[in-house]
């Protein structure tokens, strides 16, 4: 059974940074894309960073693109956001997601084209 977990959420100022991991389990061949999605009370999800897991290619969403950084360990099965100059704005429940196929239009960040996903770490900022 696949399993995702996040953890490295918290409470943090303003300007400050924090990084997010997301250990993968319970799978025996390689997601295709992986990636970081937030939802914020009375919003809809946001996809704001993928990856696409043996290309490399990245995609950001325009609120964090610049700030936030996607990477990934596969030795260790670990999906990783550095999340630098947070801002209020960017406090919400943060969750990873993965997949085994490959998005149509991987760039649009639907979380719709996820079918596996973690539990989901808070982050706040505070101004």
């Known amino acids: 059974q696949v399993q995702l977990v996040e953890s490295g959420g918290g409470s943090v100022q303003a300007g400050g940074s924090l990084r997010l991991s997301c250990v993968g389990s319970g799978y025996t061949r390689s997601f295709n894309y992986m990636g970081w999605f937030r939802q914020a009370p009375g919003k809809e999800r946001e996809g704001i960073a993928i990856?696409?897991?043996?290309?490399?290619?990245?995609y950001y969403g325009d609120s964090v693109r610049g700030r936030f950084t996607i990477s990934q360990d596969n030795a260790k099965n670990t999906l990783y956001l550095q999340m630098n100059n947070l801002k209020p704005e960017d406090t919400a429940m943060y969750y990873c997601?993965?997949?085994?196929?490959?998005?149509?239009?991987?760039?649009?960040?639907?979380?719709?084209?996820?079918?596996?996903w973690g539990q989901g770490t808070q982050v706040t900022v505070s101004s």
């Open positions: 997601a993965a997949d085994f196929g490959r998005p149509r239009a991987a760039w649009l960040l639907r979380p719709s084209d996820y079918n596996y």
């Open positions: 990856i696409g897991i043996s290309i490399g290619t990245r």
